[in-house]
């Protein structure tokens, strides 16, 4: 019995002996049953032997251990402790504002863990149907999770396929696979032991898999592998096993947390040590001191990022993207790789007519109107009546037929008035040994029109003559077969139409009677074309650095000619089959992985390696899909994105966003926004600590210079409570960069401080600190208030920082001040909070201010304005160096 049910995975493995390389009978011997099924006693004997037809439930994870784990990041408990200081400074609304952010964190992080958990249920119940089994020789319905090896298992047009079936039956046997394997069309079904050991899963025509769906026909299979052992438990498992991996955003953040809890600890030692060995107060170095820790820890930064992402997954919505983790918003601004399934999202999901062939002469469609005459009449007529497409403009049923019918109608043919003309008076349905459809239908004058169509060798062989106007015509074989050959390799499903008149009905209507000595009408191709936006959104990828790639369960040769009218593929060397992966050595696959842009025929497990392989190279990989087949790749992927229309929920729970219109366009909007949050993550991080620099060398400078400590622990925090809340938040509405789209990812490694940010954090808190002392200093000369001075100008320096880094190149002046109202609104604020922390009593008796003369404040205006001036002026030299290096020699 194990011989059966192992190797039913993936891509079979040379020398295993599976259900679909072996005869019906051989089967049934291997599994102890006869076509008339098992007895309800060895049933349950089996059932308890196997156990149940179901997938465990792997142990959830309690809502406690969630919360527990979102206050292990370093960045968050340096948090708590500055709240804790803060509380016990008396500084209770500090304390308040950084635990409501913190526990907001958290909530947040809950909650997406435990929606990631319901990937495991849809996926158990996608699998919790209903079986029509054959028990004791009887059909009885049971639940799908009583079934056992050995059952046999009726099925018809609707069922949903219970366990892995090796058939044993087939009636025209049609079942939709695209959720397991990609496949865009239903296959078609035959009992026929199949002889290639390396066949991947979509091509084993005599298995039916467990969760795809019947469409067409009736069949009876024997369950060769439940629960876990099926392709979908599989894929249950694998999805069990993938974790999840944090976004490049919550990498950074978690070493920039660490990173700068240690620096500050540090220099706040120094400035504690320093000033007590300069002979100040020990309590007020030590409460300067943890003034300086609390303010170098940028609070505002989780509530920032959080805030950023959720306008980001805000105006995603709008743009048919739906968010269901935050952090993936910006991960999508940092891909190196998108790797697409085709069917639905590359494509459009759609069955149409490529090329008809008639006599010699191509179009890609039926000549309309008066041109639909002649040679061409007879096919259009075939194309509109001889299908099962239901009535009305929006006929349903089989995708090929409906593509006939839709051809039909764009000529100005109107099948339902022509099927009501030429009434259906006999079939024979299709199935897979004919490969023909033949319908019969009677004309105007009493005699019989035979129409086949089926594929193109099929109804070649059976063809004798080519229809035309003047009579019929020899037939030109090999031009025909080149015609064939070349529309197949451009991944076309070729079919062929033919026809016959008769007199009278033959008294036994089959095949034997009808479809010999026919008249070929003409050669239709047909395929899923690719969407029309999706070929610039794909150069648009190029063009932004990222790479496109093809991972599909379709055919090698549907898929490659998809890539190649996209732009993702130039030729086969850039395709590799499923077959083909599964004898790479591990080695020789990381080796290629970099070159190769379209896999066919892959498997589940192999997407994941691809997945791996792409990531173990430093690559960070993004990936789409709609299927069951598709939630382990989802879930391992850097960023998963599942679509919404076709998505099964098991993609859509495994995602990490959801495609509202299953469009490949609408990622191009979704990488544009990450790349704009990405950038506006690291303005605040740019304003707040250089700004906490200035800080920290203000006060760590004054007694270098020989000037007495110029800001009270009081100063420090209210600076750090109205500079870094209201103004870093409003960084956040700032809108995206020219040419974001034209410039390369980031590399998933880069820190926060690449690009020249480091060293602007350096210079300007220099600068911002030493504008503050030189104030102090000029102030103290001039016999002015200067604490009063130098707090101001350390306050409103930050301001006008605000103001100058909303752009890393385009002036201020050029962007316009009301282009980011939030920002402008949030300046105003705080230079208003400022005015009234100098003139408003109550406030002078809180921070010891004294009022500031016209002219005092005037000078304290002037000097906070240089330090928008020199990074304005900054800007400019790196305006010039741009044009300088785009001059061509």
């Not at 156990?51 to 784990?69: D, T």
Request: aromatic content about 4%; hydrophobic content about 50%.
């Amino acid at each position: 019995m194990s011989a059966v049910t192992q190797g039913n995975r993936g891509v079979t493995r040379p020398g295993e002996t599976s259900p679909h390389l072996q005869p019906v009978d051989a089967v049934l011997a291997a599994l102890a049953v006869t076509p008339a099924g098992l007895s309800a006693a060895e049933a349950a004997s089996r059932r308890a032997q196997h156990g149940p037809n179901a997938l465990p439930e792997s142990k959830a994870r309690s809502v406690w251990s969630m919360i527990f784990e979102q206050f292990t990041d370093f960045l968050v408990l340096l948090l708590m402790v500055a709240a804790i200081v803060s509380g016990v400074m008396g500084e209770l609304e500090d304390t308040i504002a950084i635990v409501v952010i913190v526990v907001l964190n958290a909530v947040i992080g809950v909650v997406q863990q435990y929606r990631a958990q319901k990937a495991m249920a849809a996926l158990r119940q996608m699998a919790a149907d209903q079986a029509l089994v054959l028990r004791d020789g009887a059909a009885i319905t049971v639940p799908a999770e009583q079934l056992t090896l050995g059952d046999v298992v009726v099925l018809d047009a609707g069922r949903k396929v219970p366990a892995d079936l090796r058939l044993i039956e087939a009636a025209q046997l049609r079942i939709a696979e695209a959720a397991l394997t990609g496949e865009s069309t239903p296959v078609d079904k035959t009992i026929d032991a199949l002889t290639d050991p390396e066949l991947p899963v979509g091509d084993r025509v005599n298995m039916a898999f467990r969760g795809t769906e019947v469409v067409y026909g009736r069949g009876v299979g024997v369950v060769t592998a439940i629960a876990l052992d099926t392709e979908l438990g599989h894929i249950a498992n694998l999805l069990d096993r993938t974790g999840e991996t944090k976004t490049p955003l919550q990498r950074r953040l978690a070493t920039f947390g660490r990173t700068l809890g240690l620096a500050a600890l540090a220099l706040c030692a120094v400035v504690f040590v320093y000033g007590v060995l300069r002979g100040e107060p020990p309590l007020l170095m030590f409460l300067t001191a943890v003034s300086l820790a609390v303010a170098a820890v940028p609070e505002a930064l989780p509530a920032v990022a959080t805030v950023t992402l959720a306008l980001g997954a805000s105006r995603l919505v709008r743009t048919q993207v739906l968010v269901r983790k935050l952090p993936s918003v910006e991960t999508l601004g940092s891909v190196t790789y998108i790797c697409s399934d085709k069917t639905g999202t590359l494509t459009l999901n759609r069955m149409t007519v490529e090329h008809l062939a008639v006599n010699g002469e191509t179009r890609t469609g039926l000549p309309p109107g008066p041109e639909a005459t002649g040679v061409w009449r007879p096919l259009g007529l075939a194309m509109a009546i001889s299908n099962d497409v239901s009535a009305g403009p929006q006929g349903s049923g089989d995708p090929t037929e409906v593509a006939f019918v839709v051809a039909a109608r764009a000529a100005g043919l109107d099948p339902d008035a022509l099927k009501r003309e030429y009434p259906r008076v006999a079939e024979l349905a299709f199935d897979s040994d004919r490969k023909i459809m033949t319908t019969v239908h009677r004309a105007k004058d009493g005699s019989f029109v035979v129409f086949c169509k089926g594929a193109a060798e099929a109804v070649l062989t059976n063809s004798t003559s080519r229809w035309t106007k003047d009579g019929k015509a020899p037939l030109d074989a090999e031009s025909l077969a080149t015609v064939v050959d070349a529309w197949a390799s451009e991944g076309q499903r070729v079919l062929a139409f033919a026809t016959r008149t008769l007199e009278r009905l033959p008294e036994n209507v089959d095949h034997a009677s009808l479809e010999h000595d026919l008249e070929l009408l003409g050669l239709v191709g047909l395929m899923d074309p690719p969407r029309e936006e999706a070929m610039a959104s794909v150069q648009t990828c190029l063009t932004a650095g990222i790479t496109p790639v093809m991972v599909t369960g379709d055919h090698p040769a549907t898929a490659l000619a998809i890539a190649k009218r996209l732009g993702i593929a130039r030729d086969a060397s850039q395709m590799l089959s499923g077959v083909e992966l599964a004898k790479l050595s591990p080695e020789a696959f990381k080796a290629r992985v970099g070159q190769v842009r379209v896999y066919a025929r892959v498997a589940p497990a192999q997407k994941l390696i691809i997945i791996e392989a792409l990531q173990a190279r430093g690559e960070l990989v993004g990936m789409t899909g709609d299927g069951v087949n598709d939630a382990p790749a989802l879930a391992r992927a850097d960023i998963g994105i599942a679509m919404g229309i076709t998505g099964t929920d098991v993609a859509k729970e495994a995602g990490h966003m959801v495609l509202l219109d299953d469009n490949f366009a609408s990622i191009v909007g979704a990488v544009r926004e990450g790349r704009r949050i990405f950038d506006n993550i690291r303005k605040f991080i740019k304003y707040s600590l250089t700004s906490n620099a200035g800080e920290m060398w203000t006060i760590l400078f004054a007694p270098v210079f020989g000037l007495p400590v110029p800001l009270l622990p009081l100063h420090i925090l209210w600076v750090n409570l109205v500079t870094d809340g209201l103004p870093g938040l409003a960084l956040s509405a700032e809108p995206h960069e020219a040419g974001v789209m034209q410039r390369p990812p980031r590399p998933p490694t880069q820190s926060l401080f690449a690009d020249g940010l480091g060293w602007h954090l350096s210079w300007v808190g220099l600068l911002i600190g030493g504008v503050t002392l030189a104030t102090q200093a000029l102030a103290t000369a001039w016999g002015m208030p200067w604490r009063t001075m130098a707090f101001s100008v350390l306050c409103l320096a930050q301001m006008g920082h605000a103001l100058a880094i909303r752009s890393d190149r385009q002036s201020l002046f050029t962007q316009g001040l009301l282009s980011n109202e939030p920002l402008l609104g949030a300046v105003l604020f705080t230079l208003a909070l400022q005015l009234g922390v100098i003139y408003l009593p109550v406030a002078q008796r809180l921070f010891d201010t004294h009022a500031l003369s016209p002219k005092e404040l005037g000078i304290t205006f002037a000097m906070s304005s240089i330090v928008f001036i020199a990074v304005e002026i900054e800007k400019a030299f790196k305006r010039l160096r741009d044009r300088r290096a785009s001059r061509p020699g």
